[in-house]
């Protein structure tokens, strides 16, 4: 920016604050950074609770007599997600789960179960929530932990 242009930024920012101040763009970060809370995962588990375990399993491990389904945590689901995004995986849950009622839950609610299951799969956690906005989670690309084979 020249001298100019920043002189009018600042005046026209010094005159009305909020019109400078547009929501900033979330900090995308990867998926070993930290992009959900512990308070947030804690949430998800409510919500899994309620949604979620009759079909994947109080263990994630999608073993249920009457519903079996997908395992959520470990070796087997984080292959599945390699390399692809947490978009890809919020779109799927926000699109198609739950399975008997799809699309029933707040974005914010798919949000707080997916820092559940990231949790769960022992991804790091930190300062900021997990965004419900799958347009914001493009670039966080889901990178499996190593396995001991
Ligand atoms: C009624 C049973 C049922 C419920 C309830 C349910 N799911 Fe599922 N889920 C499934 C089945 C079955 C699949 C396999 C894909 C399919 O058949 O659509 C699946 C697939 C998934 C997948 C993709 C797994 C993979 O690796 O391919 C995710 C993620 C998921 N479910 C998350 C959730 C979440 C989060 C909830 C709660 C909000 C939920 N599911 C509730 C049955 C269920």
């Known amino acids: 920016m020249g001298f100019l242009p920043t002189?009018?930024?600042?005046?026209?920012?010094?005159?009305?604050?909020?019109a400078c101040d547009p929501a900033p763009p979330p900090v995308l970060k990867?998926?070993?950074?930290?992009?959900?809370?512990?308070?947030?995962?804690?949430?998800?588990?409510?919500?899994?609770?309620?949604?979620?375990?009759?079909?994947?399993?109080?263990?994630?491990?999608?073993d249920t007599p009457y519903n079996p389904s997908p395992t959520l945590?470990?070796?087997?689901?984080?292959?599945?997600w390699e390399?692809?995004?947490m978009s890809d995986l919020f779109a799927l849950a926000r699109v198609q789960?739950?399975?008997?009622?799809?699309?029933?839950?707040k974005p914010k609610e798919y949000a707080d179960v997916l820092a559940f299951v990231l949790k769960a799969n022992e991804f790091p956690s930190g300062e900021t929530e997990l965004p419900g906005d799958a347009r914001a989670l493009t670039k966080v690309k889901?990178?499996?932990?190593?396995?001991?084979?």
């Open 142 to 149: 889901i990178v499996r932990h190593e396995f001991v084979p």
């Open 7 to 18: 002189v009018f930024a600042i005046l026209v920012c010094a005159g009305a604050l909020s």
């Open 30 to 62: 990867g998926i070993w950074e930290g992009i959900y809370t512990d308070a947030q995962a804690k949430r998800g588990e409510n919500v899994y609770a309620e949604h979620c375990v009759q079909c994947h399993a109080e263990d994630l491990s999608g």
């Open 83 to 85: 390399n692809k995004t």
């Open 73 to 80: 945590a470990g070796k087997s689901f984080q292959l599945r």
């Open 97 to 105: 789960m739950p399975k008997d009622k799809p699309a029933s839950l």
